[in-house]
């Protein structure tokens, strides 16, 4: 069972570049996320999904765009790459119970970007 | 609206002695809180959840916090420090229910000396 899995783990963009982070999980979760962790901060929301064909923006989704075409996956695009865009990015996903989201997110061990 | 404040970005502690990692909470709604923990190069990793159950919520590998409401706070302790805690731990406040939104604090270092 390998739970939320994230490629690439590393990857250095050059300013104006694109890219797409890939997330799968294999836990049939419905609900994924992508965050971004900033030094010395807490994970920022980038984007959220409640089941497939369903996404919506999370708290900084400017410069990010996402798709959830099935259950399993939950690709991150990044467009036009930016120095701000620079983050650890982690892709999660959890569970609902009876209609309610239980909190538990799991997470894969995230992707480091560097825009240069 | 939502926040958590973890009162301390960094804790160091001498292995054996007791952890004490400090979180408030405001929260218009009856909360779920949750501390997670974070190993250098890691994913986050759950360490225990309050969903307006017990108010005192025993966790993996020895952590526990207490839910205060009157106090607005959800600390983190463990009564002896080993190596492998040392991580990043953060304090997260959801809406509950449905919500999909989990607000994370910006985390407290633990260091563990030996």
């Known amino acids: 069972n390998a739970g939320v899995t994230q490629t690439p783990k590393f990857r250095i963009l050059k300013i104006g570049q694109s890219m797409t982070l890939q997330c799968t999980q294999d836990?049939?979760?419905?609900?994924m996320y992508w965050y971004r962790q900033d030094p010395g901060m807490g994970l920022k929301l980038i984007y959220y999904?409640?089941?497939?064909?369903?996404?919506d923006k999370g708290e900084v989704p400017n410069g990010y765009n996402v798709s959830r075409s099935t259950t399993e996956d939950f690709p991150l695009r990044l467009e036009l790459a930016a120095p701000s865009q620079t983050s650890v990015y982690f892709c999660?996903?959890?569970?609902?119970?009876?209609?309610?989201?239980?909190?538990?997110?799991?997470f894969g061990e995230g992707s480091r970007l560097t825009v240069l | 609206a939502q926040s958590v404040t973890q009162l301390d970005s960094h804790v160091s502690v001498s292995e054996g002695t007791p952890v004490l990692l400090r979180c408030n909470y405001s929260?218009?709604?009856?909360?779920?809180l949750f501390w997670y923990v974070q190993h250098p190069n890691k994913g986050l990793q759950l360490l225990l959840k309050?969903?307006?159950?017990?108010?005192l919520v025993k966790g993996i590998n020895g952590f526990e916090a207490e839910f205060k409401k009157s106090e607005t706070s959800f600390h983190l302790t463990k009564p002896s420090a080993h190596m492998s805690d040392a991580a990043e731990y953060f304090c997260?406040?959801?809406?509950?229910?449905?919500?999909?939104?989990?607000?994370f604090g910006s985390g407290t270092r633990l260091l563990v000396r030996p």
């Open positions: 999660a996903s959890s569970q609902s119970t009876g209609g309610a989201n239980t909190g538990e997110l799991f």
């Open positions: 836990m049939n979760h419905n609900y």
């Open positions: 999904s409640v089941g497939a064909g369903i996404t």
């Open positions: 929260s218009s709604y009856s909360p779920s």
């Open positions: 309050y969903t307006s159950a017990a108010t």
């Open positions: 997260v406040v959801s809406e509950g229910g449905s919500s999909y939104k989990l607000i």
